[in-house]
T-cell receptor
Framework: EAGVVQSPRYKIIEKKQPVAFWCNPI?????LYWYLQNLGQGPELLIR????????DSQLPKDRFSAERLKGVDSTLKIQPAELGDSAVYLC???????????????FGPGTRLTVL | QKEVEQDPGPLSVPEGAIVSLNCTYS??????FMWYRQYSRKGPELLMY????GNKEDGRFTAQVDKSSKYISLFIRDSQPSDSATYLC???????????FGTGTKLQVIP
């Protein structure tokens, strides 16, 4: 079974430029998460999707960040314009979110490491 | 004060040692407690989860939760060089819908 796929793996941009990250979840997983992980920190939730619907985006800085999950499968996270403080790893995760706790295990992708110069 | 506190390490131990990793938390409503392992340049992977207080064992790994003290632990027996990674504690109010992570403890097992 293929895992969560993210691209690109690495991205270097100059501040004020736009950037987009793509995530393909595990087949059949209806819940998709985007996390931000700063160096030496744990992941912090940015947004959670249940199918096509963003059910928790309270931590997403909406002035510059946007996300979409068309057709309830792939998702894209965008930053426009990027700032120096956005340098971090952006992780995507997916889960089935049905049944008991064991079915809700989140599977993480390898992340996209963003560097803003 | 952060909801979840975890010593960032690094923790360096010889191969075969028993490793103890710990977290404290402030929100007494947390019900589900998890440990993730994250290798360098990889995403976190779930090692173990427990519900409420008690112990859970899986091979060389034992997870322990003490809700009265708001303290959780992960013990690794007979540590191996392949255990070298960052270990993140995590907890949730319900299931996996919203998970709060610790900062992670970097572990190095020396052959």
């Amino acid at each position: 079974e293929a895992g969560v796929v993210q691209s690109p793996r690495y991205k270097i941009i100059e501040k004020k430029q736009p950037v987009a990250f793509w995530c393909n979840p595990i087949s059949g997983h209806n819940t998709l998460y985007w996390y931000l992980q700063n160096l030496g920190q744990g992941p912090e939730l940015l947004i959670r999707y249940e199918n096509e619907e963003a059910v928790d985006d309270s931590q997403l800085p909406k002035d510059r960040f946007s996300a979409e999950r068309l057709k309830g499968v792939d998702s894209t996270l965008k930053i426009q314009p990027a700032e120096l403080g956005d340098s971090a790893v952006y992780l995507c995760a997916s889960s089935q979110s049905r049944g008991g706790l064991a079915n809700n295990e989140q599977f993480f992708g390898p992340g996209t490491r963003l560097t803003v110069l | 004060q952060k909801e979840v506190e975890q010593d960032p390490g690094p923790l360096s131990v010889p191969e075969g040692a028993i490793v103890s990793l710990n977290c404290t938390y402030s929100n007494s409503a947390f019900q589900y407690f998890m440990w993730y392992r994250q290798y360098s340049r990889k995403g976190p992977e779930l090692l173990m989860y427990t519900y409420s207080s008690g112990n859970k064992e899986d091979g060389r790994f034992t997870a322990q939760v003490d809700k009265s003290s708001k303290y959780i632990s992960l013990f690794i027996r007979d540590s191996q060089p392949s255990d070298s990674a960052t270990y993140l504690c995590a907890m949730s109010l319900g299931g996996y819908q919203k998970v709060t992570f610790g900062t992670g403890t970097k572990l190095q097992v020396i052959p």
